[in-house]
């Protein structure tokens, strides 16, 4: 299995201050299509995740330009350019270049 | 827009057995695997299965083999997962995964409790 490692685990930040959220996996998600199977989510109480960034950094439809999503092979990244109140909640990376599916153990944002 | 319902809350007892449906509208059924993730609460995300509505081919976890099957029913655009042997660790938010990793269903509560 791929095993997936978020670091931080958990985040107070100041709204209108930047956060960032590394993910790294033991092998590199790109595929042999060009694809690199990484994805961000979030997750708030009570809801399923909801999808921000797919294939790396491509903003899913709806979600807001100040998310961005970087990094290639095994190290990536989420950053957040000026977090507001409705951003908290619990963040997860995840593969599906190969089954099974595996997430990062989730990184909680907090407002300050 | 695609759209994932899945069933209601369960309640099991140790040892039985469990089936969750996942109803898919917006897009062809047949087109995108399915694929299975439950929560424990508060815990992380695990992936449990997968599922191709069109062959009905299915990829299950290692630690759920022998104990989960995911089927469907193209007629009606459903797929179903049921957890055989159920013991308390089973007890989870399970949820059913749509086209493209984007759309996930709202969730089903399965407990197992005596």
């Known amino acids: 299995d791929i095993v997936m490692t978020q670091t931080p685990l958990s985040l107070s930040v100041t709204p209108g201050q930047p956060a960032s959220i590394s993910c790294k996996s033991r092998?590199?998600?790109?595929?042999?299509?060009?694809?690199?199977?990484l994805y961000w989510y979030l997750q708030k109480p009570g809801q399923p995740p909801r999808l921000l960034i797919y294939?790396?950094?491509n903003r899913f439809s709806g979600v807001p330009d100040r998310f961005s999503g970087s990094g290639s092979g095994t190290d990536f990244t989420l950053k957040i350019s000026r977090v507001e109140a409705e951003d908290i909640g619990v963040y997860y990376c995840?593969?599906?270049?190969?089954?099974?599916?595996?997430f990062g153990q989730g990184t909680k944002v907090e407002i300050k | 827009q695609v759209q994932l319902v899945q069933s209601g809350a369960e309640v099991k007892k140790p040892g039985a057995s469990v089936k969750v449906s996942c109803k898919a509208s917006?897009?062809?059924?047949?087109?995108?695997?399915i694929n299975w993730v439950r929560q424990a609460t508060g815990q992380g995300l695990e992936w449990v299965g997968s599922m191709n509505p069109n062959s009905g081919s299915t990829g299950y976890a290692q630690k759920f083999q022998g104990r989960v099957t995911m089927t469907r029913d193209t007629s009606i655009s459903t797929a179903y997962m049921e957890l055989r042997s159920l013991r308390s660790e089973d007890t989870a938010v399970y949820y059913c995964?749509?086209?493209?990793?984007?759309?996930w269903g709202q969730g089903t509560l399965v407990t197992v409790s005596s």
């Open positions: 995840m593969q599906s270049i190969q089954v099974p599916w595996t």
């Open positions: 294939e790396v950094s």
């Open positions: 995964v749509g086209p493209a990793t984007i759309s």
């Open positions: 917006g897009y062809t059924f047949t087109s995108s695997d």
């Open positions: 092998q590199s998600l790109l595929h042999t299509d060009g694809k690199t199977y």
